[in-house]
């Protein structure tokens, strides 16, 4: 290791292991979005369309391309992405900035409309809450390797969105949301937002 180096460990805090310190825009998700509890319907259905979207592909993919997906889904409004019709479904596929998948954007628009079927009995941020009682696990893994892909949990929580509608939100899909909105603490123990994103473990549900 050159001096440059060294000193470049010396002054970056310890992160999780899967975020590249030499791409400034996977270390400010990890900083600070990754883990931080989310408690409003519009973080938590970008989320599920973000991760949907995200199937197959690496995150770093999708979130070089987040602006775009916000400009083409209408800031991730439900109401308006359930109103999409055959012509935007055909526009979007000729968006450059998203991905173009047929499928994927066909499922957001049902999750959208799924989204809105929900919000007429509870809030989509309170169904997610729901399954951790309103807290956020903590994990206190010490390596990434001890990481799951899934949990029961995530499978239990994939099998009900499916049940009301929802599209594309497998078991690992819906576990990498729930690190994503905070419902699980998966910062290693090492990790530098691990014991601030613990600190947030109970937020304040939004509708």
């Not at 499922?107 to 809450?129: E, T, Y």
């Amino acid at each position: 290791m050159t001096a440059l180096e060294v000193a470049r460990a010396v002054a970056e805090p310890a992160r999780c292991a899967w975020v590249n310190a030499d791409n400034a825009l996977y270390v400010r998700y990890h900083d600070e979005e990754w883990g931080v509890p989310k408690t409003s319907d519009r973080a938590f259905f970008e989320k599920l369309i973000l991760e949907g979207f995200q199937s197959g592909l690496s995150w770093i993919t999708i979130l070089r391309k987040r602006e775009s997906f916000r400009a083409a889904f209408d800031g991730f409004d439900p109401e308006k992405v359930a109103r999409y019709d055959a012509s935007k479904v055909e526009a979007l596929i000729a968006d450059a900035g998203i991905v173009r998948h047929r499928g994927k954007i066909e499922a957001a628009i049902a999750n959208a409309q799924a989204c809105l079927d929900l919000q007429q009995k509870q809030s989509l941020a309170s169904f997610f809450w729901g399954f951790v009682d309103g807290a956020a696990l903590q994990n206190r893994f010490a390596a990434i390797s001890e990481v799951p892909a899934q949990t029961p949990l995530s499978a239990a929580i994939s099998k009900e969105l499916k049940r009301r509608g929802f599209r594309f939100c497998g078991p690992t899909t819906v576990y990498s949301l729930m690190q994503a909105t905070g419902l699980v603490n998966d910062h290693i123990v090492t990790c530098h937002r691990h014991d601030p994103c613990a600190a947030l473990a109970r937020p304040e549900i939004l509708a």
